[in-house]
């Protein structure tokens, strides 16, 4: 292969205070040890375009149109985000990790929005075309306890709840059995882990099974842990 081998991309998905951000940061810094460049990024955001857009959504100035303007706004987002960070982070050799991507859409709008699979299949295609992840990490936590750790986390920074933060037991029940159906359908993108474990047992979890997909057989590429 000429020029810089293509890098891997690493989704983390999951309902509200499942610990996606601290273990992708995690993540990232093992990755970063073992000598591999680690973009770290999220969604809605990641471009300075699509953060003013997760504001927006994050807000719940767009809720009142229904969740296919929700879709269709993140994937707006998701366009500016795959144009300017993702893939040319990709081609250049770094690994992505990003919180959240289209299986959220998938779950969020879709499975509980009802937003119907072909017009969802659509705007994934515009925002992405054959973009996909290499592996995706689902992290299962029962919501009552996401949304304990989301509200603590909230306190801390002096926030509100966002648009689906403040969704009802009812909505985040449905959602996560959304991200684990997902999971189902694709066991060799989607791996699920036991958000319940205390976050160094979670981390050990995730680093393990990147190390075996992606770096056993380079040994030159890893590093002592």
Known sequence: MTGAERGRFITFEGGEGVGKS?????????????????????????????????????????APLGALAEATLFAAAR????????????????????????????????????????????????????????LTIVIDLPPKDGLARAAVRREVAGERADRFEAEDGGFHEGLRRAFLDIAEREPERCCVVNGALPPDEVARAIRQLVDARFLDAQPAATAAQ
Do not use: M
Request: proline content about 5%; some cysteine; glycine content about 10%.
């Open 22 to 62: 601290t273990q992708l940061r995690r993540l990232a810094e093992h990755l970063r040890a073992c000598g591999i460049e680690a973009v770290t990024t999220r969604e809605p955001g990641g471009t300075p375009k699509a953060e003013r857009l997760r504001r927006i959504l994050l807000s719940g100035r767009i």
């Open 79 to 134: 366009i500016d985000h795959v144009e300017n960070l993702i893939a040319p982070s990709l081609a250049r050799g770094a690994w992505v990790l990003c919180d959240r991507f289209t299986d959220s859409t998938r779950a969020y709008q879709g499975a509980r929005g009802g937003v119907e699979p072909q017009a969802l299949a659509l705007l994934e295609k515009a925002a992405v075309g054959d973009l996909e992840p290499d």
